[in-house]
């Protein structure tokens, strides 16, 4: 067995999820595109957020240590991302050109 196959199999057993989405179709579209796929059936509307819940919460892994209790804080304090980091969520990060390098909230 070849060293790749053993780091394949190694990635697999720990974020299976992962490895399923990037050969999944819903990598290729953003967000717009998904939420439209989305209101097909109730199927495909349940995964879809569950894909975008997991999407966003990778990405604020980034910037924050436990990105799902700031979502919730998020939730309680009516608080909004906004600015680039937004933008390359909505459209997906190989579809800008700049890098997303802080978050901006808006609370009310």
Do not use: K
Request: a neutral charge; hydrophobic letters at 45%; one cysteine or more.
């Amino acid at each position: 067995m070849s060293d790749n196959l053993i780091l394949v199999d190694t990635f697999l057993l720990l974020r299976p999820t992962l490895v399923y989405e990037h050969l999944h179709l819903y990598v290729f579209l953003n967000v717009i595109s998904l939420l439209a796929l989305a209101s097909t059936c109730r199927h495909l509307n349940t995964e879809i957020w569950a894909y975008l819940c997991r999407r966003l919460t990778a990405s604020l892994h980034d910037f924050l240590p436990q990105p799902a209790q700031f979502i919730t804080c998020m939730r309680s304090t009516q608080t909004i991302i906004s600015g680039s980091f937004a933008l390359q969520f909505i459209f997906g990060s190989g579809r800008v050109p700049w890098n997303v390098h802080d978050l901006d909230l808006y609370t009310v």
